[in-house]
């Protein structure tokens, strides 16, 4: 009698519940036996095991065991790569294997999942061990830190671009920005303008810094002009003084004062200021009469009584231009007590242009003198006591200055939280408020705050007390207001709670944890009462 055919639906789909066919056919391996008399039939079919349902014989027959005990699962991993097949025999008795695999029930082909190497079958792997679904390299606190340090970086690098450009450009523009009088200079304040006026006429100029050096290119066609004569210390005023006695050409001092005047231009001393900025010549010297009106006031004012004098452009009856003869034939000291005809911004005011060409440019060679602190005599005093802090920076690096600041702004509005509405987020972690306590507890613990902890305990109390005998929130913490309200609410009879409620502090844990008892004790019999 042949076994219940076995149901399709049961055939089982993991490789590895099968026997591989063997070389035979036989869906046996050498040296395992297909089927036994426990598990299979006398005419081939599938044998029912006693106490078991066909199910399960039919899993017993999927599965033989080997001489070793151990099943053909464990003997699959050691078997060549290969197609599996089903060892559960046809519904008409037809052994299992009969050379096609995959072959179901009635010859029809059941899917079978693709073999991999080792006899293992494709199935889906699973997540690995202590990766949670959902998570990779790109989360986790690892990936908050490393964005947050690109960030860092990004802004140190756009910041260090930023003060790298600033610098450059002061750099750059400190090339063309040489100062106040400064023949290079194209500032308001500085004289590029005479100098390239000059340079069309023919005129050559030279720039100097030192007195030796101013000194050394004088001579007779030569036009020597000391921008700041009260800068120079005695020895360069000595220097500068045998220039102008033996050079035989024009040396123009501007603005020179008493302290300059006394070893330059002896004989002269100065009046004060000029009240009026531009003024007429009124004098017969050919250079002023043909300029006309200029800005030569607003400075300094002089007197002298050395003959051969030629006074013009007066201003309160001392003149503010001084042209000198000197002791060689042929040079002469002009003083000039305003720097404004010299300056880009006023050149073309007037006849500033007109004078400071004439002035200038009646030699074919001018050497431009700019004293510097190096010429100045430390125990003299200077001009320079009056001029600010910012007066002594240079001009580009005022320029950088700015250009940083504005930098500094735009990174900060760059970087700045925009305003507007607050915006709920969730906690990365929630914590229970059970924590919470206990964690503020051990704080209390560790520091021994026992007054801290009993006078929290009894005020959180009063106010809960409060609440349920009828006193109002504002009279909680008063003894005569709520401790009748209390005892009126306890089953036994009025009974003293002011010591409980207002008494003394704690002397160590245990009484702190039994006041904390008793105090729970008292809300819980006027809850109850």
């Not at 050394?216 to 921008?227: C, F, K, Q, S």
């Not at 006849?351 to 400071?356: E, R, T």
């Not at 930098?407 to 509005?413: C, I, S």
Request: glycine content about 12%; hydrophobic content about 35%; charged content about 20%.
């Amino acid at each position: 009698m042949t076994g219940p055919t076995p149901d399709p639906a049961d055939t089982p789909k993991h490789p590895a519940a099968a026997p591989s066919a063997g070389p035979d056919g036989s869906g046996a391996l050498p040296g395992h036996p297909a089927a036994t008399p426990d598990t299979a039939g006398s005419d081939g079919a599938a044998g029912s095991v006693p106490g078991r349902s066909p199910q399960g014989a039919e899993r017993t027959a999927a599965a033989p065991s080997g001489p070793e005990g151990r099943s053909a699962a464990e003997e699959t991993p050691r078997r060549a790569p290969g197609p599996a097949v089903t060892a559960t025999a046809t519904a008409a008795g037809a052994p299992a294997a009969s050379g096609a695999p995959g072959t179901g029930p009635g010859g029809a082909t059941t899917p079978q999942p693709a073999p991999r190497p080792g006899g293992t079958s494709g199935t889906a792997e699973a997540p690995a061990p202590g990766r949670a679904p959902g998570t990779g390299p790109g989360t986790g606190p690892g990936a908050a830190i490393r964005r947050a340090t690109r960030k860092v970086r990004l802004t140190a690098a756009v910041l260090a671009v930023l003060a790298a450009g600033a610098v450059i450009l002061a750099v750059l523009n400190s090339g063309t920005r040489h100062g106040h009088l400064d023949p290079r200079s194209a500032d308001p304040t500085g004289s590029r303008a005479v100098a390239e006026l000059l340079k069309e006429r023919g005129v050559t100029t030279r720039v100097v810094t030192t007195a030796r050096e101013a000194a050394d290119a004088t001579g007779p066609r030569t036009t020597l002009l000391v921008t700041e004569p009260d800068l120079l210390g005695a020895t360069q005023r000595g220097v500068i003084r045998s220039a102008i006695d033996l050079s035989g050409g024009r040396t123009v001092l501007l603005t020179p004062g008493d302290t300059s005047l006394s070893d330059l231009s002896p004989g002269v001393r100065t009046e004060g200021d000029a009240t009026t900025d531009d003024l007429d010549p009124r004098c017969t010297l050919p250079a002023a009469g043909s300029a006309g009106r200029a800005g030569t006031g607003g400075g300094l004012r002089y007197s002298t009584a050395v003959p051969g004098v030629t006074a013009c452009y007066p201003s309160g009856g001392h003149p503010t231009l001084l042209v000198l003869p000197t002791g060689t034939t042929g040079g002469d000291t002009v003083l000039l007590g305003s720097e404004t005809i010299l300056l880009n911004e006023s050149l073309a005011e007037e006849g500033n242009a007109s004078l400071a060409l004439q002035l200038l440019g009646s030699r074919p060679d001018l050497v431009w003198y700019l004293p510097s602190l190096a010429d100045s005599d430390p125990a003299t005093g200077s001009g320079d006591e009056d001029k600010t802090l910012f007066e002594l920076v240079p001009a580009g690096w005022s320029w950088a200055l700015l250009q940083l600041f504005l930098a500094a702004v735009l990174a900060a509005l760059w970087r700045a939280r925009r305003l507007g509405p607050l915006v709920t987020e969730k906690l990365p972690v929630v914590i229970r408020a059970s924590e919470t306590t206990e964690g503020r507890a051990r704080l209390y613990r560790k520091a021994g705050a026992r007054d801290r902890a009993a006078t929290v305990l009894r005020a959180a109390t009063r106010e809960r007390l409060a609440a349920l005998v009828g006193v109002p929130p504002s009279r909680a913490h008063e003894p005569a207001a709520l401790v009748p309200a209390v005892s009126a609410r306890l089953t036994g009879g009025h009974r003293d709670v002011t010591d409980l409620l207002f008494g003394s502090i704690p002397s160590d844990d245990a009484a702190l944890v039994a006041l904390a008892d008793h105090l729970d004790a008292l809300e819980r019999e006027v809850r109850t009462s």
